[in-house]
């Protein structure tokens, strides 16, 4: 039944079946019968138009999809292949195959960009070819049934605050949630029994940018397939929405399950190599479980209550050690005051990742580690370092983020390692970090005060775009609450004076710093440099003494050669000395430090008073 041009919800009609797939008199949506090798699909009949082109209409491709299923094997718990949800750009599979492709691709198109296929597996068979996760996961697929990312089949539970497990090959209808954002680039999928309400946490959560992927016409709907062993997958219900968030399903108003009728024919050799394999099974669970015993202490991790409040996801202690090889010297990115941070690639997703190992005599102890894990898990803005997950073992305290292969902003601006950033790549840098900043204190549900803003804090991605990183210093509240802290935190050069009085930050200490960051990339200079002579040891009051002169711009990096418009370098260096204030209150809001660099507003005038500069950090 469709419900506008945007949205629908299944009931039997506009559904265009292939395959063994058929739909029943009361609208059950039957995918695969107990039959051995067989495909069966259902896809919405009429294609969904995504505006995949806009640039300044990125919801034009989100969407939200929630389904029941049921995968039914022909004997209890054992695996048939599984089924998946997907979106293609075409309706025609001629040349799919069955088994582990699910009846999308086949081993010559398995991979190619020009499938423009999205698909998330609900697989119950662990395929090496694959290189599946185990036999009990769901996966996210672009063009291939190598999946993006997988993870084995749970969900949280909100009443317990705990992960619960579940198969998919238990014969019992489950919920099904896919929901992509075109704003933030951020795909999630999310599962549950048919009892138990939408999870507030997801199963697998992950940033894709669908606009490459995907065509502006497409279709949508379901494919399953079995091979040796069979068995009946199921669809009760489903709904999607292309603009918005999908529409709920009345669990008493969806069909049943019929009741399965034991089959004569090819039980007995199924019992018969069910029991040999268990057999089998047995044999090397005794052989492997005296290896496990020993290496047990190797991974022991530790669980604790307060894990089950935060969001991200968290890795096992095991697959960390193997993805940055035991954390070998040779894959050290950088290390400092908080510990080592190590370049990695995850086993299972083969995803390249930085996991940031804190050392035991580190200051940064477990309230900093919660307050990282409970900010950063939850906060989604193109310019931050997204934190993926966690781990902890004994004493070790691991966070695992996404890699940025250029590393610290610092290293280009104070480093002959690296080339020289021109000024528009530093205006961009500059304006992503405004944009995050604002994003922490005024557009997220809580405010999210930073509190260690710096060049070394800013990583640069692959196209050298700033994203702020290392929260271990913030803190969070929410919105019209007090605005403190009781404990002087940061880096000496960036530290707001009123800090060294009160002991509390407030979004405009965090303005402070981002105005020593922002003079720090236009001059090419850390915010104190003792090396220097008396008169420029501190480098906002050097700024603002040629500001004085009527000489600014001679304080602009020399490395740039005066390769830069001049006054969007003013623009910059008025700026700095105006989040450098030494009264809190006349200090602009993050939203007005854009509205500058927007140039939607004029710069106010700086008073030439020296009092209105004060050294920063000193």
């Not at 019968?33 to 294609?47: D, E, L, T």
């Not at 997907?86 to 190619?112: D, E, K, R």
């Not at 930050?505 to 090419?524: H, M, N, Q, R």
Request: proline letters at 3%.
């Amino acid at each position: 039944m469709a419900l506008d041009e945007n949205q629908f919800a299944y009931n039997g009609a506009n559904i265009h079946v292939d395959g063994v797939a058929k739909i029943h008199s009361n609208g059950l949506l039957q995918l695969t019968k107990f039959s051995k090798h067989q495909i069966g699909r259902a896809f919405y009949q009429h294609p969904i138009g995504f505006d995949t082109s806009s640039s300044t209409l990125p919801q034009a491709l989100s969407f939200s999809t929630h389904f029941l299923f049921a995968i039914v094997p022909v004997v209890t718990n054992l695996s048939c292949c599984g089924m998946t949800f997907a979106i293609s750009p075409s309706m025609n599979f001629t040349q799919a195959v069955g088994s582990q492709y699910f009846g999308l691709l086949n081993s010559s198109n398995n991979g190619l960009l020009s499938n423009h296929l999205l698909a998330i597996e609900l697989d119950t068979l662990a395929n090496l070819e694959f290189n599946d996760t185990n036999d009990n996961h769901v996966g996210i697929d672009i063009n291939s049934l190598v999946s993006n990312v997988s993870a084995t089949v749970t969900y949280y539970s909100n009443r317990e605050r705990i992960n619960r497990s579940m198969q998919l090959v238990s014969g019992s209808p489950m919920h099904v949630w896919i929901e992509y954002d075109g704003f933030e680039n951020v795909l999630n999928v999310t599962l549950a029994p048919i009892t138990s309400p939408k999870p507030d946490q997801s199963l697998l959560s992950t940033h894709i940018n669908l606009s490459s992927i995907l065509l502006d016409s497409v279709y949508v709907g379901f494919s399953a397939s079995i091979g040796l062993l069979t068995g009946n997958h199921y669809i009760l219900g489903w709904s999607f929405n292309k603009s918005g968030k999908a529409q709920g399903l009345e669990i008493s108003e969806l069909p049943s399950i019929p009741h399965q009728r034991k089959h004569s024919l090819g039980i007995t050799g199924l019992v018969i190599t069910v029991s040999v394999t268990i057999g089998v099974i047995g044999l090397t669970i005794t052989i492997a479980g005296t290896f496990y015993v020993l290496r047990r202490k190797k991974y022991e991790e530790i669980h604790e209550d307060w894990e089950r409040e935060y969001g991200p996801r968290r890795f096992s202690y095991k697959d960390l050690f193997k993805a940055t090889k035991g954390f070998i010297d040779k894959e050290l990115l950088g290390a400092g005051g908080f510990g080592k941070v190590y370049s990695g690639v995850l086993p299972s997703s083969k995803e390249q990742v930085a996991v940031k190992k804190i050392s035991h005599d580190s200051k940064q102890g477990m309230k900093e580690f919660v307050a990282e894990i409970a900010s950063m898990g939850r906060l989604r803005h193109r310019n931050l370092v997204q934190l993926l997950g966690y781990s902890r073992r004994k004493g070790e305290l691991l966070l695992v983020y996404d890699y940025m292969p250029n590393g610290s902003l610092d290293k280009f601006l104070f480093s002959n390692e690296k080339p020289i950033l021109n000024w528009a790549q530093r205006c961009c840098i500059i304006r992503g970090v405004a944009s995050v900043l604002l994003y922490l204190h005024e557009e997220w549900d809580q405010v999210v005060l930073h509190r260690d803003v710096k060049a070394s804090n800013v990583l640069l991605d692959a196209d050298l775009n700033g994203r702020l990183g290392d929260f271990g210093l913030a803190r969070l509240y929410d919105h019209g609450a007090n605005l403190e802290t009781t404990h002087v935190m940061g880096t000496i050069g960036y530290l707001a004076p009123e800090l060294s009085r009160t002991g509390k930050a407030t979004t405009s200490t965090d303005v402070f710093a981002f105005g020593a960051f922002i003079l720090e990339v236009a001059c090419g200079r850390r915010p104190i440099q003792l090396q220097q002579s008396p008169d420029a040891v501190v480098l906002v009051d050097w700024v603002f003494e040629k500001w004085k002169e009527g000489a600014i711009l001679e304080t602009s990096d020399p490395r740039l050669g005066g390769d830069y418009l001049e006054e969007e370098m003013e623009l910059v260096l008025k700026l700095g000395l105006l989040c450098s204030k030494s009264d809190a209150a006349t200090r602009p809001s993050m939203r007005q430090v854009m509205q500058y660099l927007d140039v939607d507003v004029l710069l106010p005038e700086i008073i030439r008073d020296s009092t209105s500069i004060v050294p920063i950090g000193i």
